[in-house]
């Protein structure tokens, strides 16, 4: 399983503390935040072909039997079957929350390599797991009406 996860680590600060105070079981911050971020994550795979940060993916290519060479196939990167897509999902805890996939290849278009057969074909990285700027907005503004509540 590729899985992506945030948490906080910084015991020292007062609003951290009183974090740990109130989630003392509650997955509750972080069930919304891993809402958000699956929904980020299938949205890149389905919609926006890019990565956390904003770059444009490669496109996939196909081969084409007529001409008997690769053209490029953009709109079913990452989606062939939909399975890729439709395994995103989350597991919150007190501190933390996973996203991620339990695809095998899942691993491989994230961070690229060799595959197929004796590792003949490169398959370039195509990040969808991560937090973008609007992702880290989202986070932010769900901590801040978690301790308004406090």
């Not at 939909?82 to 501190?95: A, T």
């Amino acid at each position: 399983m590729i899985t992506l996860r945030t948490h906080i680590n910084d015991t020292a600060t007062p609003m951290v503390k009183a974090l740990r105070q109130k989630a003392d079981g509650d997955t509750g911050l972080f069930a919304q935040i891993g809402t958000d971020l699956t929904a980020a994550t299938v949205s890149r795979i389905q919609r926006t072909k890019t990565a956390p940060d904003g770059t444009r993916w490669i496109p996939s290519k196909k081969y084409d039997k007529a001409t008997k060479s690769m053209r490029t196939a953009p709109a079913r990167t990452l989606i062939l079957t939909g399975h890729l897509r439709d395994s995103i999902n989350f597991h919150p805890r007190p501190l933390s929350v996973d996203i991620g996939t339990n695809r095998i290849y899942g691993r491989i278009h994230q961070l690229g390599g060799m595959a197929g057969r004796n590792r003949k074909v490169r398959i370039p990285a195509r990040p969808y797991l991560g937090v973008s700027k609007t992702d880290a907005r989202n986070i932010q503004s769900h901590i801040k009406q978690y301790f308004d509540e406090v």
